[in-house]
């Protein structure tokens, strides 16, 4: 059974800094491509960063140059370093599998990030 588990969310000022965790069970972790996705109130969820299975990263304009997205094979385990935070990157962060996120299947509980003014 699939199952990803996120966590390291809270609340920050603007400027500030998080680092999320996402451990992902019931599948072959290393041979998936990874993303960070997030959904503001009101919106729909967009994809902030991705990660292939080899190591090459992909973000988001609005996050790039800020966020940095890893993976620990060993652990099956996903991160997203946030610095430089801002208001506008307040949402609740989801992690998930390409391929899962594609057909929208999957989806952890999530990891609220409040940033406040």
């Known amino acids: 059974q699939v199952q990803l588990v996120e966590s390291g969310g809270g609340l920050v000022q603007a400027g500030g800094s998080l680092r999320l965790s996402c451990v992902a069970y019931?599948?072959?972790?290393?041979?998936?491509?990874m993303g960070w996705y997030r959904q503001a109130p009101g919106k729909q969820r967009d994809r902030v960063a991705l990660?292939?299975?080899?190591?090459?990263?992909v973000y988001a304009d609005s996050v790039k140059g800020r966020f940095a997205i890893s993976r620990d094979n060993a652990k099956n385990t996903l991160y997203l370093e946030m610095n430089n935070l801002k208001p506008e990157d307040t949402a609740v962060y989801y992690c998930n599998s390409l391929p899962s996120a594609t057909m929208n299947k999957d989806w952890g509980q999530g990891t609220q990030v409040t940033v406040s003014s």
């Open positions: 990660i292939s299975s080899g190591g090459t990263t």
């Open positions: 019931g599948y072959s972790f290393s041979m998936n491509a």
